[in-house]
């Protein structure tokens, strides 16, 4: 699994997406092309594990400061720590 620049895609590693308002701060938590993963929370690692809902060109981010999604709405449904994301050109490594 590599970034857009052709390096390689490690956990742990610190990256950038879009998000609203601008760009928001992750940590690489698990890869879909194995499912190796860091110490994530065991009811979620059990799902995604038994209905298979990570691609293989996909990854798990953690926010890293605070859910840029995060909402009081209750018309809509809680975000959590976690998101899937395609490991896309979108997706840079943090320096």
Same mark, same amino acid.
Do not use: C
């Given at each position: 699994?590599?970034? /857009?620049? @052709?390096?390689?895609?490690?956990? @742990?590693? #610190?990256?950038?997406? *879009? &998000? =609203?308002? @601008?760009? %928001?701060? &992750?940590?690489?938590?698990?890869?879909?092309?194995?499912?190796? /993963?860091? $110490?994530? $929370?065991?009811? #979620?690692? %059990? +799902?995604?594990?038994?209905?298979?809902?990570?691609? *293989?060109?996909?990854?798990?981010?953690? +926010?890293?400061? @605070?859910? =840029?999604? &995060? /909402?009081? $709405? =209750?018309?809509? &449904? *809680?975000?959590?720590?976690?998101? #899937?994301?395609?490991? $896309?050109? +979108?997706?840079?490594?943090? %320096?």
């Amino acid at each position: 699994m590599q970034y /857009h620049d @052709g390096s390689r895609v490690m956990l @742990g590693d #610190f990256v950038t997406v *879009p &998000a =609203p308002g @601008g760009t %928001a701060k &992750a940590r690489v938590v698990m890869l879909g092309e194995t499912y190796e /993963h860091l $110490d994530i $929370d065991e009811k #979620f690692l %059990a +799902w995604v594990k038994r209905d298979k809902v990570l691609e *293989p060109s996909s990854i798990v981010i953690e +926010w890293v400061e @605070g859910n =840029p999604f &995060a /909402h009081e $709405d =209750p018309r809509y &449904a *809680p975000v959590g720590n976690y998101m #899937f994301s395609l490991m $896309d050109e +979108w997706v840079t490594r943090d %320096a």
